[in-house]
């Protein structure tokens, strides 16, 4: 009983003291919800930073054994530019990405995206982020689970 009655202390009581020590309940629950919030947030934006296609280039990019075949598209392109902005690439062509557009345009062959860009520690340290903290599901996914209410919020799944 005494287990029971101690388990449930910090929903009943405000403040405890005795001696020297005071511990006010409601305001760790209050900062353990503060802080739950602030980590689902990070999974929305972790999450909604890029693309899956985006995410996708980058994680192969950062397997160093396998190579990374691709075929060029012209929405490549603006995928590129948009990891390199975030300088989570490193772009290894002399004439950037512009060149491995001119280069792969029209050969219509796949080829190994690895020979033209590399993952920097920055893309690294998203990836890992992204591991840790956005669940495993994909974009679309994401985003139906979030319009259905069906993200959870304070450890609720």
Partial sequence: MLLAVARNLPERLAELSFGGFKATFQSFQARQESLEDQVQMLAVLLGGLM?????????YLAHPDADFMVEWHERMRDEL?????LRYIKVLCPGGIEQLAREQRDTGRPFNLKEYLQITDRGRAYLALREKYVPPWNDEDWGRRIAQGRVALRGDE
């Fill in 51 to 59: 693309t899956s296609y985006e995410y996708e280039k980058l994680h």
């Fill in 81 to 85: 530019y948009h990891l390199d902005a």
